[in-house]
Every structure is written in C-alpha cells, then in structure tokens.
C-alpha cells in the first residue's frame, strides 16, 4: 500500500488532521471577514460567513482527499481553502453594491465562475506536458518564498503595512496655513504592536519548540511537532495575558448553515467573466500545488487525477457560492506540513476536513481555535514554508544545467518575475484593474514565464534532468 493511502489510527488522524486546521485556520477564516466588513455587513451576518467559509473548507478537502467518483478529487493530502486571488474583484463588487445586494451579486459570480471551472478542467489538464522539473523546481521554490512573506507576517502582528499609520497632529503641524501645502513627507509614527519584542519572543519559542521536538521526538510525538510547537506557543500566550478566550465565551455552541442565506443569487455575465479570470489564475496555481504535493508523498501524478484535482476547484467554488461564501483552492500552507512531519497518508486531511466542518457548526470550537495569537502561527510558518522552497530546490537538483545551460536562464528569469509582486506590490498600479489578478500572484507568473521560456528553450527535446542523455 502506498503511504498515501494509508489508514491510521483514529487517535494520530484527530491529532494530525487538527494540526493541519491550525495551520490554514488563519487563512481560512480573513476572506469571509474582509468580504463581511466590505459588504457592510452586520457582526451576525460576518459570523455566518466564517462558519459557512469553515463548513464547505471542509466539505471541499474531503472530496479533493478522499475523492467522488472518478471526476472530483485529486486524492492526495490537500486542504481546500478560500482563495485570495477573488478578493479584489469581490471587494470591488461590496463597494459598489453593499449589503445582501452585493453579497447575492458576488455569489451568483461565484456559481457561475466554479461551473465554467468544471468544464474547463480538462483543458488545463492537458497542459501536464509543459511542467517538466526545471518549471515545477521552480514553481514550488516561489510558492515557499512567497509563503514565507505569510509566516513572517504572522510573526510580526500582521503584514507591513500596519507597521506604522499617519502621525494625525504632526500632519496638522506640518501644513503651512498661508499655502496648505505640506512641509516635507508625510509624518508616520511606529505601531507599538508591530514586531513587538515579547510578542517575537513567542513566535522564536514556537520555532524551537518545533526543532527540538524534530530532533529528539520519536514516531508519532516527533509528527505533531508543529501542533505541539503551537500548543507550547499558546500556553505561553495565555500565561503573558496575550491570548484569552473571551471570544469563546461569547460564542454559541451550535449554529446550522443554511444555503442562499442572502437570497437568490444574482448572475451578471460581467462579473461571472471576472471571476472566471480568477479561477484560472487558481488553476494555474493548483496545477503547482499538485505537483508539489506528487514529488513530497512520491505518487506519481496521472492527466486523470489533475483533471479530477482541477475539476474539485470547481465544485468546491460552487458550493461555496451556494452556502454563503467564495472560491477555492487547494492551500499551499498545508503542502510544507506534509514535508515536516513526513505524514503522506491522504486520510489525515479527511479527518481535518472532518473537523472543519464540525467547527463550521460549532461556533465555540471554532473561536477556541481562532483564538491563537499570529505570531504564534508565525514561528511554525517558518518551518513549514521554508520546506515548500525546500521541495522546489531539490527537483531543480535533478535539472541538468551542464550541458543545458539554457536551463540557468528559464530559472533565473522565472524565479525574477515571481519575486515582483513581493518587491513591488504596486507595480500594477498603472495597468488596467481587470488585469490585476492575474499580475499580482507571483506563482502564476513564474508559471507562465517558465512554461514560455521552457518552450522557447527546450520544445522538441527530451526532459532536461540528470537522467536523460544530452542531446
């Protein structure tokens, strides 16, 4: 039996599956309350968006885990989350349209996008051929630089922006009355929370907690070092008053989700073309993801089985768009946890769509979980997306770049564009908005850059590895 078939213990499953809901937890949960507060939304209405978000993250990672017939599931250790590739088109769609009315405009877009989806599958499929090792090394190793930006995010209190905010009275000091023309830059003052000493101080705890555990763990103690990293992290948080569980508290214990909570969705053909950009730009990423996830857990990736992956991006988005919430996508967070803890079985991601979906309808449980501080989170991101580049350096390893020195360039060019949107992130400022999706992922274009340069390079020759001749 291949390991990525294997069935564990119930007991392992719950403990290893929780680990991974922790974490892709954040993530899951920021789009629901992005969109709430864009739509306007009342507290009520943003609490059935994350536990709707919350139920089908869990129905979505067990049809992509455990499969549904032939046509859906990729059946490999994946977790399905909210895309953050729709944010921009959907916090368009709020502002212009608030409340139930543009949440019933950007479900109708959602329904429509994830069925085009299905169909196009097979076709995305197809382009298997195009991903040799010199474009999948690459791919994978930008995923984990770019999830690194996450973790470290997670670590400091959020992302760079929340660094610092305008100086309000020295901006008024600063403008000269006589012309209302301001002296010199805008005046900003540090956010004390951010990159806050005691606070890193957790995140450092967190990540030594993990390499110990790594080092003298044994077995199953040494798989849940993440979770146990994470576990030591909050009790830290909990002791210096950081974490506290008034949320909980608060909380309902049972909450049923209802589908078209808003309503009949609206389908505007306008809006449904902008979201199928977006679900390509998910596509192109989820082909990476698979490939990334084949090469850790070594089963060998079939056209069938990312048709049927591709297919699951679809389904899941529609019933996203029926119960309340947005598209999916397999989560890239999750395939650096398959490489720390060495765990391929496809099952551990059942149990953990399992539990998603019990924390769906149990508000209480899912606050509990919500109520781990980021820079807890922060110092397992480190680990487990550092693995991800990790993955990705080691296929490029097995890329003959002696006597296929064209090689150098398709990973250099490639691994230069997907670093632009990480050092520009307004650099498609003075392009046009529809565009915007798809440029701003530095996955897809080091997808598309290296599948061009590949062609370009190396069309009607032989995979450039170390195991073919040179030609």
Not at 8 to 16: D, E, H, Q, S, T
Not at 212 to 219: A, E, N, T, V
Not at 429 to 456: E, W
Request: charged fraction near 10%; glycine fraction near 10%.
């Amino acid at each position: 039996m291949h390991p990525v078939d294997e069935r564990l213990p119930p007991a392992r499953l719950a403990a290893l599956g929780l680990q991974h809901v922790l974490v892709m937890y954040a993530g899951a949960v920021a789009v629901p309350l992005i969109i709430g507060r864009a739509l306007q939304l009342p507290p009520e209405q943003v609490a059935l968006l994350i536990s709707a978000d919350l139920f089908c993250c869990g129905i979505a990672t067990v049809i992509q885990s455990l499969g549904l017939t032939r046509w859906f599931g990729i059946q490999l250790p994946v977790m399905m989350g909210v895309t953050f590739a729709a944010v921009g088109p959907m916090v368009a769609i709020a502002q212009s349209h608030p409340g139930p009315a543009g949440a019933r405009l950007i479900f109708g877009s959602i329904i429509g996008a994830g069925l085009v989806a299905m169909l196009m599958a097979p076709v995305v499929g197809r382009l298997r051929r195009f991903f040799p090792p010199v474009v999948t090394g690459t791919i994978i190793a930008v995923i984990g630089i770019s999830l690194m930006r996450v973790g470290v995010g997670w670590a400091m209190g959020g992302p760079p922006n929340l660094a610092q905010s305008l100086d309000v009275p020295r901006l008024m000091q600063n403008i000269d009355p006589a012309t209302l023309t301001l002296r010199g830059p805008l005046p900003q003052t540090n956010n004390p929370a951010y990159a806050a000493l005691d606070n890193l101080g957790i995140a450092v705890f967190v990540l030594t907690a993990i390499l110990l555990i790594s080092k003298y763990g044994r077995g199953f103690v040494a798989n849940l070092a993440v979770l146990l990293g994470i576990a030591a992290g909050s009790l830290v948080a909990v002791a210096t008053g950081k974490m506290t569980f008034e949320k909980v508290a608060n909380a309902a214990w049972i909450d049923i989700v209802t589908p078209l909570a808003f309503g009949w969705p609206v389908f505007e053909p306008l809006l449904i073309l902008t979201m199928v950009l977006v679900m390509v730009v998910v596509m192109i990423e989820s082909t990476g993801m698979f490939l990334a996830l084949a090469e850790i857990t070594g089963r060998p990736l079939s056209q069938t089985q990312l048709t049927a992956g591709l297919r699951t991006d679809g389904l899941g988005t529609v019933i996203g768009g029926l119960f309340n919430t947005f598209p999916y996508t397999s989560f890239s967070q999750n395939v650096g946890l398959v490489s720390v803890t060495g765990v391929r079985s496809r099952y551990v991601c059942v149990a953990a769509g399992l539990i998603l979906v019990v924390l769906g309808l149990l508000p209480k449980m899912a606050a509990l979980v919500e109520s781990v501080p980021q820079f807890v989170l922060g110092g397992a991101g480190l680990v487990m997306f550092g693995m991800v580049a990790t993955t990705g350096i080691r296929i490029l390893a097995k890329v003959d770049f002696e006597t296929h020195r064209e090689n150098l360039y398709i990973v250099a060019v490639s691994l230069g564009a997907g670093l632009i949107p990480l050092a520009a992130p307004r650099w498609t400022q003075h392009l046009p908005l529809g565009l915007h999706p798809l440029l701003d992922s530095g996955i897809l274009l080091t997808t598309l850059v290296a599948v061009a340069l590949n062609l370009f390079f190396n069309a009607g020759t032989k995979a450039p590895d170390r195991t073919s001749p040179p030609n």
